[in-house]
């Protein structure tokens, strides 16, 4: 079975500007969540979809943004684009929202804002 | 106190010995335990997750939980020099949502 997909793999902004970052679930899994991860430090929870509604977000400002489709992919927007926002962008899936449940990581998009 | 701690580490282990790596938590994330395995430059790897006080046993993978004390715990018997990397402690908190540690590096000394 496939695992967790991202794209892009990389990504080169400039400040200001705005990215959209793509994911793609386990087959199954209906939860998906986002998380930033800058070198050194554990990976910090932006948001998390289920059932295409948001089932929680993190504390990040209002430029992060996030959906998820029909078919359980998502999506992080981010907008205005700040050289802090240079990091590791992580999607995980897992079956539901719950405790009980995984999550499992894709590759990553690795973001860096100049 | 951070929700989840660990030692940022290096710690140094020869192989072949029994690598153990802890993580406190506080009161605010106590429902699930997990512990991932990252290698520089990639994504978390999920090794083991613990949801009741006690051992749970997985290959040369061992995570232990104590609720009282507010800690977990994750023994790799066996150490490889593949088991060098950093390892990540990650708790539920009442939203479900994952609150990580910092993580440990391990490095495993041929």
């Known amino acids: 079975d496939a695992g967790v997909t991202q794209s892009p793999t990389h990504l080169i902004k400039t400040r200001g500007q705005h990215v959209t970052l793509r994911c793609s679930p386990i087959?199954?899994?209906?939860?998906v969540s986002w998380y930033q991860q800058v070198l050194g430090q554990g990976p910090q929870f932006i948001f998390q979809?289920?059932?295409?509604?948001?089932?929680g977000r993190g504390n990040f400002p209002d430029r992060f943004s996030a959906r998820q489709f029909p078919n359980y992919s998502s999506e992080l927007n981010v907008n205005a684009l700040l050289l802090g926002d240079s990091a590791l962008y992580l999607c995980a899936s897992s079956l539901g929202s719950r405790s009980a449940y995984e999550q499992y990581f894709g590759p990553g998009t690795r973001l860096t804002v100049t | 106190q951070k929700e989840v701690e660990q030692n940022s580490g290096p710690l140094s282990v020869p192989e072949g010995a029994i690598a153990s790596l802890n993580c406190t938590y506080s009161d605010r994330v106590s429902q699930s335990f997990f512990w991932y395995r990252q290698y520089s430059g990639k994504s978390p790897e999920l090794i083991m997750s613990i949801y009741s006080n006690g051992d749970k046993e997985d290959g040369r993978f061992t995570a232990q939980l104590n609720k009282a004390s507010q800690y977990v715990s994750l023994l790799i018997r066996d150490s490889q020099p593949s088991d060098s990397a950093t390892y990540l402690c990650?708790?539920?908190?009442?939203?479900?949502?994952?609150?990580w540690g910092a993580g440990t590096k391990l490095i495993i000394k041929p």
């Open positions: 087959s199954g899994h209906k939860s």
């Open positions: 979809y289920y059932e295409k509604e948001e089932r």
């Open positions: 990650a708790a539920m908190d009442s939203n479900y949502q994952l609150i």
